[in-house]
């Protein structure tokens, strides 16, 4: 899937969906569902993944020039609904390559059949002063027939690297997963502030789970195409879960 601004709630951190004591069971591809788990099971869940993407873009613009990046992902989440990450990835900024190291924390927790998700997540690019920010996200998902759907919300505050103005993305995205090993799915989001003027991005593609690894192809735009680095493309990726 196409990286985007706004942090999607993972099957794993969907363990912090469930009350202590109760663990997700999962069919590879099909919707998690709470079952009974025994109490000396560990309550903290681990997940890692590297990623290799052909283009890395997020909220449609590309951070690598439209070159390539390779990403790792790791995430722990609690039964009693925290959560927490690191991510890393490399970045072009000024025609050199840099790297960017992503913090995140948060709590997820189902209510009234919603899935609601509030944290935040702090942006690193070691060695390059005034880049570093951080940003408060929410996310409100449920099921819709086969479909999931989540509403998302990133609010970046007044800071330094944001040149003291607000920002705000908000999207839907939606994935179908049509087979165990087959999913689909589509995103579109809108920015306004220090990051983009009233801009619009949009997102689809197809994930396919084959021989150990997770095969991507997405098709990723913007209103904004004729800006550099913000062109439509196609973007191939290669996942595999550590």
Same mark, same amino acid.
């Not at 989540?150 to 505050?157: E, R, V, Y």
């Given at each position: 899937m196409v990286p985007n601004r706004l942090s999607c709630l993972s099957p794993m951190m969907l363990v912090a969906l469930c009350a202590p004591g109760v663990a997700l069971a999962e069919d590879q591809g099909q919707p998690c569902t709470c079952v009974a788990q025994d109490v000396s099971s560990p309550s903290v869940e681990l997940e890692a993944d590297l990623t290799l993407f052909s283009d890395f873009r997020r909220g449609g613009i590309s951070l690598t020039n439209g070159g390539p990046a390779l990403q790792f992902n790791l995430e722990a989440a609690h %039964?009693?609904?925290?959560?927490?990450?690191?991510?890393?990835?490399?970045?072009?900024?000024?025609? &050199?390559?840099?790297?960017?190291?992503?913090?995140?924390?948060?709590? %997820? !927790?189902?209510?009234?059949?919603?899935?609601?998700?509030? +944290?935040?997540?702090?942006?690193?690019?070691?060695?390059?002063? +005034?880049?570093?920010?951080?940003?408060?996200?929410?996310?409100?998902?449920?099921?819709?027939?086969?479909?999931?759907?989540?509403?998302?919300?990133?609010? &970046?505050?007044s800071q330094v690297a944001s040149g003291h103005q607000t920002n705000l993305y908000?999207? /839907?995205?939606?994935?179908?997963?049509? &087979?165990?090993?087959?999913?689909?799915?589509? %995103? /579109?989001? !809108?920015e306004n502030g220090a990051f983009g003027d009233h801009k619009l991005d949009w997102s689809t593609g197809v994930t396919v789970d084959w021989a150990g690894f997770q095969w991507g192809a997405a098709y990723a735009d913007s209103h904004r195409a004729f800006a550099p680095h913000a062109a439509p493309t196609l973007i191939f990726s290669l996942s595999k879960g550590l």
């Open positions: %039964a009693n609904g925290l959560h927490g990450g690191v991510f890393a990835s490399n970045i072009r900024l000024d025609g &050199t390559t840099r790297a960017e190291i992503d913090l995140s924390a948060g709590y %997820a !927790r189902d209510v009234a059949g919603v899935e609601v998700d509030l +944290g935040a997540i702090y942006y690193v690019i070691p060695g390059v002063s +005034g880049t570093d920010y951080i940003e408060l996200q929410a996310s409100f998902g449920r099921s819709v027939g086969p479909v999931d759907v989540s509403l998302g919300f990133a609010w &970046t505050p908000s999207g /839907v995205d939606a994935e179908w997963a049509v &087979t165990d090993s087959l999913s689909l799915y589509a %995103a /579109v989001g !809108r």
